[in-house]
């Protein structure tokens, strides 16, 4: 176990959507707000209890909250967030159909929203009404209603769908 001096400074290096970070923290220091100063505003706090989803980012290919992370434990991590989907100014299938379905108002818990709803379909491609619902549950939004962001979803899911090989497809 490694044991940290109160206010020593750690040097922490991911890969942030792609591209090597380097920088120094304090042990203490969250995920999410290293994050945030590094530039990546898009990663959001909506609460303070990891209940809210709106920090939401990927790490290692899975979906985790950035609030309740400490930024040394993700040292040597790959990391996705929400400024990391589009390719060459496209949009990822997910934040186009989010467009298309309506999914979104103040957009506040968007980033979070969609960093999940981008694992979930990794995890489970053609997903039923109700593994969508109980897959975002982790995710909290005050406007929607949930009902466009479920709609959203399901749009994606098809296209992700029709982009895979044939022989892939479920
Ligand atoms: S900020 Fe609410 S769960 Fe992370
Ligand atoms: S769009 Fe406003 S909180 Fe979800």
Redesign the pocket.
Known sequence: MKVYEKDQKVKVTFKVNGKEVETEVEPRRLLVHVLRDLGFTGVHIGCDTSNCGACTVLLNGKSVKSCTLLAVEADNSEITTIEGLAKDGKLHPVQEAFWDKHA???????PG?IMQSVWLLKENPNPTEEEIREGISGN?????GYQNIVEAIKTAAEKLRLDQPLYQRQ
């Not at 979104?104 to 968007?110: A, H, K, M, P």
């Open positions: 979104l108002q103040c957009g506040y818990c968007t929203m909290l939004c005050r406007c929607t």
